[in-house]
């Protein structure tokens, strides 16, 4: 039980934290824009080099310097918007996918040209010693600091999309756009909301995401269908669902990988990422509008 808390349920709370931050995005972006965001995960690799960038320069522990990498990936977002998803809102939805297809390509293309396409680590890349609960719990200190920062976000989240005027906007539009322009609702400072907190939350994943592993261009990109997953189990368009589901695909990924049976896994490790592959198409054939029922914020 101990090796199963220390390596399995911990490691898979804090990747399905990273999923449950990047699928809240998509789910937003989705559920108020109406399409799918393919950059959603180069703009967490944005956020990551802007925290890698601020480190470089400044003596602060690198989870400090989140605000640089949530600038970083809001301005991209906004900027990408305004040029290349507002003149084609009015089209068919399919001409909004594809160029989010492109937009990402731009974004790993400028990675690469500023920062390079090798990993980089944060800090000196020195092993952390872990934290030490009970005598034999070991947990490391950034799967800890994952994991609450997502639990403070969901809050703050929860409290904004169902407390503030800004909030309830964002509800109107997601559930009837038409209806909320008609009414008087500024559609385009929800649109505006929408990537401000779908932005901010990607660049928090990709730190994490990040400092777990290492940051490379391609660090966004690896996670989208896993983050996809989280969205289409929650229930697209239900920023909370997106959050649940994301720690339901973590879990799922890491604990197929546990030796259930005396030492043999379910899966190889090397193949658990295909988890969230075979959930998100089972969940599409069988139940297309997510696990959760009714609305959920």
Do not use: C
Request: avoid cysteine.
């Amino acid at each position: 039980m101990i090796e199963f808390i220390n390596f399995y349920l911990f490691p898979a709370l804090a990747i399905g934290s990273v999923y449950a931050l990047g699928a809240v995005g998509i789910s937003m972006i989705f559920g108020i824009l109406r399409f799918a965001h393919f950059a959603h995960g180069d703009l967490m690799t944005l956020g990551a080099y802007g925290v890698l960038a601020a480190a470089a320069v400044l003596p602060f522990n690198s989870v400090l310097l989140v605000p640089f990498g949530m600038v970083l990936a809001i301005a991209a977002a906004l900027i990408v918007d305004k040029v290349f998803y507002r003149p084609l809102r009015q089209l068919p939805t399919i001409y909004t996918v594809i160029s989010s297809f492109g937009v990402a390509l731009i974004f790993r293309s400028l990675v690469q040209l500023v920062w390079g396409s090798q990993n980089q680590v944060y800090g000196s890349g020195g092993v952390r010693p872990p934290l030490i609960f009970f005598d034999t719990i070991r947990v490391s200190a950034l799967h800890v600091q994952a994991i609450v920062a997502t639990a403070v976000i969901a809050l703050f989240l929860h409290v904004f999309l169902s407390r503030t005027k800004t909030g309830r906007s964002m509800r109107a539009v997601s559930d009837d756009p038409e209806l909320a322009e008609v009414a008087g609702l500024d559609t385009e400072k929800v649109v505006r909301w929408t990537w401000i907190i779908g932005a901010a939350l990607a660049a928090v994943a990709g730190l994490f995401a990040g400092m777990d592993t290492s940051a490379h261009p391609n660090l966004g990109w690896n996670l989208l269908l896993p983050m996809f997953a989280a969205a289409i189990l929650g229930g697209i368009g239900k920023p909370m669902g997106a959050m649940a589901g994301g720690f339901i695909i973590g879990l799922a990924e890491e604990l197929s990988s546990y030796p259930w049976i005396g030492d043999q896994a379910l899966i190889s490790p090397s193949y658990k990422t295909a988890v969230a592959f075979v959930i998100m198409i089972v969940l599409l054939i069988v139940r297309p509008q997510g696990l959760f029922k009714g609305r959920l914020l």
